[in-house]
């Protein structure tokens, strides 16, 4: 399905970004590229220093529903660092997988430069482009929701996504969750941006110190009682389990539901670059304080899914995500151990 949004003039390392001879920018549009090799660090330096970084990870709480409960005035560090990869996708060769027309303006002063493309190497790249392609995915299926008639959509942990700016859905209500610290840091981004708030979104601060997610979506005005779809993107690795599904059963509560959420398979299942790519950028969230924590086989977690109620699961790995976006036999493709899943609860599913 193509989407065409407003796009802003905004300039990034010297670049501008202009709309179309239409005045729109075109979205979901897959082009296919190579990529090099290079090399990875080893894995006992990667074990050194991610461990050192768990340590001080310890200062941070993570609860349900995935917000990382974080000292009030700090935004989250890889809410940033995926802002500015989405950012610096929008002026690289294959922007036409995903069009973000906000990505640069939202980032102001924080905003990459043009030359850090030719700095990119393999792992840099494929990381860039499962962001653009997560994202592309989602807001795939979250049309097709909308066409069931789906009209609420919740953002859990939403960091600097730009969904809200650029929704084409008249009717559609977006609710964003996140960190107080990290959602004051994003409308002060959007207002900084000279952007407006866009009104069919109600933004939800939660600190799961004092709160509790259902009682604030609900006093939102989130309708318990009707389907809802949620985005869950670049989350789940950094909760607990039990977080995990804890989330995942409130969702499965309500009939229609949907939830779309990235996770990663552990070292174990993955073949040598994919084990070296985990160590890699493992080691990259933990030094920030932000580890990644749990990894998931897949049919156990197809099957904990269906435990809980869920009767359609597209679970796509690495693979199928490069094979259905640049037309490459499946046969040719590699899994790294990135997934993209997404799970609804029909309104036919047996209680």
Same mark, same amino acid.
């Given at each position: 399905?193509?989407?065409?949004?407003?796009?802003?003039?905004?300039?990034?390392?010297?670049?501008?970004?202009?709309?179309?001879?239409?005045?729109?920018?075109?979205?979901?549009?897959?082009?296919?590229?190579?990529?090099?090799?290079? !090399?990875?660090?080893?894995?006992?330096?990667?074990?050194?220093?991610?461990?050192?970084?768990?340590?001080?990870?310890?200062?941070?709480?993570?609860?349900?529903?995935?917000?990382?409960?974080?000292?009030?005035?700090?935004?989250?560090?890889?809410?940033?660092?995926?802002?500015?990869?989405?950012?610096?996708?929008?002026? %690289?060769?294959?922007?036409?997988?995903?069009?973000?027309?906000?990505?640069?303006?939202?980032?102001?002063?924080?905003?990459?430069?043009?030359?850090?493309?030719?700095?990119?190497?393999?792992?840099?790249?494929?990381?860039?482009?499962?962001?653009?392609?997560?994202?592309?995915?989602?807001? !795939?299926?979250?049309?097709?929701?909308?066409?069931?008639?789906?009209?609420?959509?919740?953002?859990?942990?939403?960091?600097?996504?730009?969904?809200?700016?650029?929704?084409?859905?008249?009717?559609?209500?977006?609710?964003?969750?996140?960190?107080?610290?990290?959602?004051?840091?994003?409308?002060?981004?959007?207002?900084?941006?000279?952007?407006?708030?866009?009104?069919?979104?109600?933004?939800?601060?939660?600190?799961?110190?004092?709160?509790?997610?259902?009682?604030?979506?609900?006093?939102?005005?989130?309708?318990?009682?009707?389907?809802?779809?949620?985005?869950?993107?670049?989350?789940?690795?950094?909760?607990?389990?039990?977080?995990?599904?804890?989330?995942?059963?409130?969702? %499965?509560?309500?009939?229609? %539901?949907?939830?779309?959420?990235?996770?990663?398979?552990?070292?174990?299942?993955?073949?040598?670059?994919?084990?070296?790519?985990?160590?890699?950028?493992?080691?990259?969230?933990?030094?920030?304080?932000?580890?990644?924590?749990?990894?998931?086989?897949?049919?156990?977690?197809?099957?904990?899914?269906? !435990?809980?109620?869920?009767?359609?699961?597209? !679970?796509?790995?690495?693979?199928?995500?490069?094979?259905?976006?640049?037309?490459?036999?499946?046969?040719?493709?590699?899994?790294?151990?990135?997934?993209?899943?997404?799970?609804?609860?029909?309104?036919?599913?047996?209680?």
């Amino acid at each position: 399905m193509g989407i065409s949004y407003p796009v802003p003039q905004t300039s990034a390392g010297g670049r501008r970004v202009k709309p179309d001879a239409s005045g729109s920018g075109r979205v979901l549009e897959a082009a296919p590229r190579q990529v090099k090799s290079t !090399d990875w660090p080893g894995r006992q330096e990667m074990s050194a220093e991610m461990s050192q970084a768990v340590v001080k990870a310890c200062e941070y709480r993570r609860h349900g529903f995935g917000i990382i409960d974080m000292e009030d005035a700090s935004p989250s560090k890889t809410a940033l660092g995926v802002a500015r990869l989405r950012a610096l996708h929008q002026i %690289s060769p294959e922007a036409a997988l995903f069009r973000d027309p906000y990505a640069i303006a939202i980032l102001g002063e924080s905003t990459p430069a043009e030359q850090q493309l030719a700095q990119e190497d393999t792992r840099s790249r494929r990381m860039r482009l499962f962001v653009a392609a997560r994202a592309r995915f989602a807001e !795939d299926w979250l049309a097709a929701a909308v066409r069931r008639g789906v009209r609420q959509l919740v953002v859990l942990g939403a960091g600097l996504d730009t969904f809200s700016l650029r929704n084409p859905y008249p009717g559609l209500a977006v609710f964003e969750v996140d960190h107080p610290a990290t959602q004051a840091w994003k409308r002060k981004s959007i207002a900084d941006a000279g952007l407006a708030e866009p009104p069919a979104t109600t933004f939800v601060p939660v600190n799961f110190e004092r709160q509790r997610l259902p009682e604030e979506l609900a006093s939102a005005g989130l309708k318990s009682t009707e389907p809802s779809f949620f985005m869950w993107l670049g989350v789940v690795p950094y909760l607990t389990k039990d977080a995990i599904f804890t989330t995942l059963s409130y969702i %499965s509560g309500t009939l229609g %539901s949907e939830v779309v959420f990235d996770y990663s398979e552990p070292s174990e299942n993955r073949d040598a670059a994919g084990q070296a790519a985990l160590a890699f950028h493992a080691a990259r969230v933990a030094a920030v304080g932000e580890p990644w924590i749990s990894f998931f086989i897949p049919g156990e977690l197809a099957k904990s899914l269906r !435990d809980l109620g869920f009767d359609e699961i597209e !679970d796509l790995e690495s693979g199928d995500i490069a094979a259905r976006l640049s037309g490459t036999p499946k046969g040719e493709t590699t899994n790294a151990g990135g997934h993209l899943i997404r799970a609804r609860r029909s309104a036919t599913a047996a209680p």
